[in-house]
């Protein structure tokens, strides 16, 4: 991991059940854009429950969201 990278976890609380993964994680990160965010998840850089999942993955209450976010600029 290079001093840019944050290796991060989240546990999803009970209002975001049923999120996806992707807008979830976007919620959580707003310095980040869509766009790069969805790169790091299909990347496998962010994982649910310690495996890959699709940016459309449904969250479930209590489900652990980790990995590293990479430094990157917000597009726009």
């Known amino acids: 991991m290079s001093p840019a990278e944050a290796e991060i976890e989240i546990?999803?609380?009970p209002e975001h059940d049923g999120a996806?993964?992707?807008w979830f994680v976007a919620l959580q990160f707003p310095q980040y854009s869509r766009v790069n965010?969805?790169?790091v998840i299909n990347a496998a850089a962010l994982v649910v429950n310690g495996k890959r999942q699709k940016g459309a993955h449904r969250l479930k209450l209590g489900d652990r969201i980790s990995g590293t976010l990479p430094d990157i600029k917000r597009e726009g």
Request: aromatic share 12%.
């Open 11 to 13: 546990l999803v609380p």
């Open 20 to 22: 996806r993964f992707d």
């Open 37 to 39: 965010l969805r790169r």
